[in-house]
């Protein structure tokens, strides 16, 4: 393994947040590099005044930084470490020492310049040094002081060793353009937590860049009377598998640079489109949202989720759209369910939207995405990656969704009312401004299954009984203690476990002894809407009388063993639970 490879390859995945945090001194050579303290990416701090200028780095970043207040004297101590005490120490333990005794207040960009500047003090020396000797007296003194001649004399030494300390510096200056462009987007482009990643990849080719300033300092510093052609071949090749890594390091930079344009583009683009106060219709919201091209080839962003049948943006054009924005924590009965409370919604008159699913997913299993994908008769995105980075940072960012599912309606004219989370629809059992919800205060038995349950006109008295359990032994004694009590009583059996209740369901007799049996959509619905009360009641930090009966009831949902409650309809009588 070469020198080079045995250095560390990483830094660690998070930044130092604090300015005035300092990084530990004692690191081991087989330890990450630290992360000097500092998360702002363009501020520059000036040692010799104790003040903190903002100013970019740009193509012109030598002016820049002389107005800004060049820290000569910090340059200065860094030429002098890399040119007179590398030869103490290792490159990686110079490096360390730099980074966290020199530099520690500086962001990274600040770094990458001084750490240019102090080299180029050093190469410019020797470099004019070697162009003057043949024709200025003094620069030919000066080489001969310095004891030189292998260079100064030896032409194919000089091409050799040179032509790698350029080959290494044009891989420097690429990865600078880099990083200048970086400090050139939005200021706020890294708080980000989708850019963590170019955060990592800046830091970690600041470290392999003063690395490789240091490396070839110590070899300019050691060039002082040497003869060997062996040991000016061994820093040729060092110096060129240095050269190969800054490379590697500017490749990946410049990814993750394309990468943030076109987030910080996308979003930008969103902004602007939302912000118009007229729009012709939602087709131009479409468009910014997905990736249309894969490679060289145009692909249809979305596809019919149970039949996969693919379908351009431009199919939905006119139309009114419901986005459902939800996370990767999906379950195949909320599916089931969703599409069930659609179509129930439809019947009524009461959803006129096509139904558009965009899941947010940061890692994508295969496996679970086809099932969820498949179970859904609406539209869905081919793959969660059609979504554009940039989108997904306005879901998050503007339509404050955090990784709980809400809903955002966009008509046909591209207008778009407040998102609105899942559980709304999930407790009311419609979408908002259909009508006016009844207040949490008011709660009742008849809130809770308004649209689940249908009044049995038959019956003498509006008496029900939810009752379940997954004991069968229990579950039979019950359906004959009740057969005197029908005609008083409406009986509904709610299920918990969909594989056990297909068992009972798939038994006739089972069905007609226990009355009225809800489908796993219907009793999902009910447990999930519980839920709603639940939390809902808790945040807003009500006082409702209804809420023992509802924590009653949860506390029933997922139990073995049978359990029944009864309570009247059209009343705020407690319920009476009989677990």
């Known amino acids: 393994m070469s020198n080079t490879e045995k250095v560390v390859e990483q830094v660690p995945e998070k930044l130092p947040v604090n300015h005035s945090q300092q990084v530990p001194l004692a690191v081991q050579p087989s330890q990450q590099p630290p992360i000097p303290a500092g998360d702002s990416w363009n501020f520059f701090h000036s040692d010799d005044s104790a003040t903190i200028k903002k100013e970019k780095l740009s193509a012109g970043y030598s002016t820049k930084l002389k107005s800004a207040g060049l820290p000569s004297s910090i340059i200065n101590r860094f030429s002098c470490e890399i040119s007179c005490k590398c030869s103490s120490r290792g490159a990686h333990e110079t490096t360390i020492m730099l980074l966290e005794s020199l530099l520690p207040n500086y962001s990274w960009d600040a770094k990458l310049a001084i750490a240019v500047a102090a080299f180029a003090m050093n190469y410019g020396e020797l470099s004019l040094l070697v162009q003057l000797y043949t024709s200025n007296p003094v620069a030919k003194n000066i080489a001969l002081m310095k004891q030189l001649q292998c260079i100064t004399e030896n032409i194919s030494f000089k091409k050799h060793l040179f032509g790698k300390i350029t080959e290494l510096i044009e891989g420097i200056i690429d990865v600078m353009k880099c990083v200048v462009q970086f400090n050139e987007l939005s200021p706020d482009i890294f708080a980000k937590p989708s850019v963590s990643t170019a955060k990592i990849a800046i830091a970690r080719a600041v470290y392999w860049t003063i690395y490789s300033v240091v490396t070839c300092g110590s070899h300019i510093a050691a060039l002082v009377g040497l003869t060997p052609e062996m040991t000016i071949a061994t820093m040729g090749r060092e110096l060129s598998e240095l050269a190969g890594k800054i490379r590697s390091m500017h490749t990946l930079l410049q990814q993750q640079l394309n ?27 479409l468009e910014a949202l997905f990736f249309h091209v894969e490679g060289d080839k145009q692909i249809p962003p979305l596809v019919v989720g149970n039949t996969k049948a693919e379908v351009e943006s431009t199919k939905l054009k006119d139309m009114n759209l419901l986005l459902v924005i939800s996370g990767s924590d999906e379950r195949a009965e909320e599916i089931r369910a969703l599409a069930k409370l659609f179509e129930d919604l439809q019947k009524k008159g009461k959803f006129q939207y096509q139904v558009l699913w965009l899941p947010v997913v940061d890692k994508l299993n295969e496996q679970k995405f086809s099932l969820l994908q498949s179970l859904m008769p609406w539209y869905t995105v081919q793959q969660p990656s059609i979504i554009k ?4 940072r306005y879901f998050r960012e503007v339509w404050q969704f955090k990784n709980q599912t809400i809903l955002v309606r966009l008509d046909s004219s591209g207008s778009v009312p407040s998102p609105f989370p899942l559980d709304y629809l999930w407790l009311w059992g419609e979408l908002p401004g259909t009508s006016e919800p009844p207040s949490l205060d008011d709660i009742t038995l008849d809130i809770i299954i308004h649209d689940l349950y249908t009044v049995d006109s038959a019956k003498p008295k509006s008496i029900i009984c939810f009752w379940g359990g997954e004991d069968i032994k229990w579950i039979k004694e019950l359906t004959k203690a009740i057969n005197g009590v029908k005609q008083f009583i409406d009986f509904v059996y709610v299920s918990n476990s969909s594989i056990i209740d297909q068992t009972n369901k798939d038994d006739d007799g089972f069905i007609a002894g226990i009355g009225r049996y809800w489908e796993e959509s219907e009793s999902w619905r009910f447990w999930i809407r519980l839920r709603c009360i639940f939390s809902t009641v808790i945040i807003q930090e009500r006082k409702v009388d209804i809420m023992k009966d509802v924590m009653t009831l949860l506390s029933f949902h997922g139990n073995y063993r049978g359990w029944a409650v009864f309570g009247p309809l059209r009343s705020t009588q407690k319920i009476a639970a009989a677990p």
């Not at 980075?389 to 997904?392: I, M, N, V, Y």
């Open 259 to 285: 990468h943030c344009k076109e987030e910080l583009d996308a979003y930008t683009w969103l902004e602007i489109i939302f912000k118009r106060p007229r729009r012709r219709d939602n087709l131009e919201i």
């Open 389 to 392: 980075p940039g989108a997904l």
